[in-house]
């Protein structure tokens, strides 16, 4: 009889940040450097430096789409093309005060389903625990999680608010790109106990199975 295969090991996805110089997030985020100053911001598709600095904070989820395409063997858009694209479905909302919602998962999920063809889903009223399982046998998931998971040992003031890519577990941790972690450690396959990632996790996000 043959062997039962066992869990695909986890592939790492290629890495991207909400902003384009990714060793450059901790000075953006100190605010020792101007994002408009990013001088990678050309590459990202944004119409001028100034649209790059006020979308950029709010790309987090387009980080996660473009790191999910690219480990789905897909060559992701340029970031704002991929951000106006989402945009014209629903998956961002500019308020008439100028103020960005979004990523919304639905609009997005169905981009998914779509474009490049990918199945996905909304998920929510997910436990922490239920996350290695998701992620099994290649799968990956979009969690909202708030912006202090680059920061494991501070308590969060709340849960939610940011998006990372869960790509894998491994010895009851869990294993994440974060495109706004501030260094290497917290941008690139960072890990984390569940239990502790449990204490940022709020519950829901987008699940591409394997």
Same mark, same amino acid.
């Given at each position: %009889?043959?062997?039962?295969?066992?869990?695909? &090991?986890?592939?790492?996805?290629?890495?991207?940040?909400?902003?384009?110089?990714?060793?450059?997030?901790?000075?953006?985020?100190?605010?020792? @450097?101007?994002?408009?100053?990013?001088?990678?911001?050309?590459?990202?598709?944004?119409?001028?430096?100034?649209?790059?600095?006020?979308?950029?904070?709010?790309? =987090?989820?387009?980080? =996660?789409?473009? %790191?999910?395409?690219?480990?789905?063997?897909?060559?992701?858009?340029?970031?704002?093309?991929?951000?106006?694209?989402?945009?014209?479905?629903?998956?961002?909302? $500019?308020?008439?005060?100028?103020?960005?919602?979004?990523?919304?998962?639905?609009?997005?999920?169905?981009?998914?389903?779509?474009?490049?063809? %990918?199945?996905?889903?909304?998920?929510?009223?997910?436990?922490?625990?239920?996350?290695?399982?998701?992620?099994?046998?290649?799968?990956? +998931?979009?969690?909202?999680?708030?912006?202090?998971?680059?920061?494991?040992?501070?308590?969060?003031?709340?849960?939610?608010?940011?998006?990372?890519?869960?790509?894998?577990?491994?010895?009851?941790?869990?294993?994440?790109?974060?495109?706004?972690?501030?260094?290497?450690?917290?941008?690139?396959?960072?890990? @984390?106990? $569940? &239990?502790?990632?449990?204490?940022? +996790?709020?519950?829901?996000?987008?699940?591409?199975?394997?």
């Amino acid at each position: %009889m043959a062997a039962r295969a066992g869990p695909r &090991a986890a592939v790492i996805p290629p890495y991207f940040g909400q902003w384009e110089s990714a060793q450059r997030i901790g000075e953006i985020l100190a605010g020792t @450097l101007r994002a408009e100053d990013d001088p990678l911001w050309p590459r990202s598709g944004a119409a001028g430096a100034a649209d790059y600095a006020r979308w950029a904070e709010h790309l =987090c989820g387009v980080a =996660c789409l473009r %790191m999910a395409l690219a480990a789905r063997g897909v060559v992701p858009p340029r970031a704002f093309d991929l951000a106006r694209e989402i945009t014209t479905r629903g998956g961002y909302v $500019v308020h008439p005060d100028g103020a960005i919602r979004g990523l919304i998962y639905a609009p997005a999920v169905a981009w998914l389903r779509e474009v490049p063809r %990918m199945a996905a889903e909304v998920r929510v009223d997910v436990a922490a625990h239920d996350v290695p399982a998701f992620v099994a046998g290649g799968g990956l +998931f979009i969690a909202s999680v708030h912006p202090f998971i680059r920061w494991p040992d501070r308590d969060p003031p709340s849960r939610g608010g940011h998006l990372v890519l869960v790509f894998g577990a491994q010895d009851g941790a869990l294993r994440l790109h974060n495109p706004s972690g501030d260094t290497a450690a917290s941008q690139r396959d960072a890990r @984390l106990a $569940v &239990a502790d990632f449990a204490r940022f +996790f709020a519950g829901r996000g987008i699940l591409l199975p394997g």
